[in-house]
């Protein structure tokens, strides 16, 4: 098996539940709709959403005829089976952003939204992103970022040893990162992605503003602000729409699935399709298909 990063595991976590339904987060999430209606295609026909959680954000990918679910947290993903219900426009993989299961040039939009933070190795992780999309397909990645206004506050007085200005990431807690949005755009760079908008979200996320205003009141101003992501960066949360490189290739045609995957130990592809499992006709590790979720975490026994 190749060596990947450390995984942040949510498995059998409330997260959805504790952080945002009774967590006080509501202008958060709202911030979050109004960025994503303002960066996300009118149309689109295969979108890939990555660390998809309970699904908090998938609702809001109107335009796209079809959308993969992937996190690699199985119970993360139940609970966005069970809010989402059962639809042929979804579809739920259980997966390592770092060993994607799918054929090269696969999907026309991508959305990475409060999870690039877990990644230990960020340019492998978008690597890994770039090749299943298809040339011109639109990306759609939020970064929690380093240099933030309470960060740079704690640093110029000396409440915090890592300094903001600083290009490389910071681990504030295990397997948290916070990120320079000039390193983040050099990585996308490098993988010919060109930015086409950046959007500043969660200007007002102090416990006393949000105590003071309605969710909807502080959403709405924060949406005011979010297009000064343009100018500088200096918020926890930004918002970057990226394009990528080169001319548009045609991609799969039909709607079958399973014509997606391909084995992410070996690369072999099309996958055989068995009672309950997926067979890899290269290497011969089989695949689970359990519950509506396709698991490529580890091979079955
Ligand atoms: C903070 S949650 C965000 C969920 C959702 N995007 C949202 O904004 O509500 C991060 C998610 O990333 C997933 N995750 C972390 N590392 C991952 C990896 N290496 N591969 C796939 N998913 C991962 C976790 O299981 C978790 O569900």
Not at 60 to 66: E, I, S
Not at 152 to 172: A, C, D, M, T
Not at 184 to 189: D, E, S
Request: glycine share 8%; proline share 6%; net charge neutral.
């Amino acid at each position: 098996m190749t060596e990947t990063p450390p995984v942040c595991d949510y498995e059998g976590s409330d997260y959805q539940t504790s952080f945002w339904d009774q967590g006080g987060r509501q202008y958060e999430d709202r911030a979050e709709a109004l960025a994503l209606k303002r960066l996300l295609p009118a149309r689109g026909r295969l979108l890939l959403e990555l660390g998809a959680g309970a699904g908090r954000n998938t609702p809001r990918y109107t335009g796209y005829d079809r959308i993969v679910l992937l996190d690699y947290s199985r119970t993360q993903l139940q609970q966005a089976r069970a809010r989402l219900g059962d639809s042929s426009r979804y579809v739920f993989v259980a997966a390592d952003v770092y060993k994607l299961p799918f054929i090269y040039n696969l999907f026309d939009g991508a959305t990475m939204i409060r999870t690039l933070h877990h990644m230990a190795d960020a340019p492998k992780a978008l690597k890994q992103i770039r090749n299943v999309l298809t040339p011109g397909a639109t990306f759609i990645l939020e970064f929690a970022n380093k240099l933030n206004l309470k960060a740079i506050l704690r640093y110029w007085l000396g409440k915090q040893s890592w300094s903001p200005f600083s290009l490389e990431p910071v681990e504030f807690a295990t397997l948290n990162f916070d990120f320079h949005p000039q390193a983040i755009r050099q990585w996308l760079a490098e993988l010919d992605f060109s930015v086409e908008k950046t959007l500043t979200v969660s200007h007002f996320r102090m416990g006393l503003l949000k105590r003071l205003f309605p969710a909807g009141f502080l959403a709405a101003l924060d949406g005011l602000f979010q297009p000064t992501g343009a100018l500088f960066q200096v918020t926890p949360s930004v918002f970057v729409k990226s394009t990528l490189a080169g001319r548009e290739v045609i991609p799969p045609q039909g709607d079958d699935t399973l014509t997606w995957f391909q084995c992410p130990e070996c690369g072999a592809h099309p996958l055989d399709e068995r009672s309950d499992h997926l067979l890899c006709p290269g290497c011969g590790k089989k695949w689970a298909f359990h519950d509506g979720i396709y698991d490529f975490r580890e091979p079955l026994q």
